[in-house]
């Protein structure tokens, strides 16, 4: 069976030909997809009746996900949904007037083992298909539509380490921005990624207008080897290839930077931090630590944050404290772990 958001433009156009139909139709098909969101043939109303009865007897009818949750304060929905492998992942929907904006997994699993995050805790499972990771954003660009809402920004933040999959994540990147498509621009996307030198330079090269954000957690090699144990990359070579981004894009790079009390937190951290920083066009975006079962590390106190951000700036580096929406359901950075646990507060 086919997944019909696993196909591009000519695949589709194959599909609808080998179904003896006009090319033409795939066009229709793409825009109900990626414009309407109709993942199902039977919701695509201007298919003739039997194209859609043959398409869906060609592919993989679209799941609805297994468990939703909503914030207490309504801000911020969670998605559980079960891959046809049985592979469970999560995406989550942050509603902060006036950007909506949707968190998307990209892999199952991740392998870089970061002490403080749910999801490395599995392990990497598997990559997503682009399927997989168009399917995310179309669940949530519905939750919106259907508040009388829009879908503003991406971020690839979930589950997974984007540039670890990077063909599927640019060719999701593609189908966002493509103007048949969500036509979104590549300004309102963001990647977030562990820091893998050589596909941040793939990424400047293949999409310059999209933001990127780098989780650097440390100063110096020691620290960040303590926090990020499988990661092969050094901070030199994370920054050498933040330098040529920043070069061959002009745009400006975003660290993340999660504090963990008395490990990575103080204002001698931050200093040094500056100083690696110097000469970059960056922002720091300081995510204090967010519990979650069985990783490591305890959340900073207020005085200790609010210290670290105010030495970054008198350093001269431009830095924000994350605001965090959906801790209550787990939906939060580092809680999604995709399984059914939850956190009791
Ligand atoms: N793999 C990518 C993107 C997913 S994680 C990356 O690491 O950048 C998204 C962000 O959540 C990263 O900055 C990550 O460091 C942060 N994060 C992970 N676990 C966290 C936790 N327990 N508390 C706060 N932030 C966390
Ligand atoms: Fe993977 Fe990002 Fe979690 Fe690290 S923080 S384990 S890179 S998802």
Redesign the pocket.
Known sequence: MTDLLDLDHSQLVELVESLGQPAYRSKQIWRQVYQRGATDPSQMSDLPRDLRERLTAHVESPRQPIELQRSADGSTSKALLQLNDGELIETVLIRSTPRDTVCLSSQAG?A???VF?A??LQGLRRQLTVGEIMRQAILARSWARNEGRELTHVVFMG???PLANYANVSRSIDRLTDPDGFAMSPRRITVST?GIPQNIRRLAADHPRVNLAV?LHAPTQGLRREL?PVDGASVDDILDAVREHNRETGGRVTFEYVLLRDVNDSRGHARRLAERLRGLRAHVNLIPLNPSPGVIGERPSRRATLGFQQALQESGVPATIRVEQGRDIAAAC?QLRGDRVRILE
């Open positions: 991740c870089m083992g970061c995050c999801t490395g589950m997974g380490e562990v989780s990020v580092g």
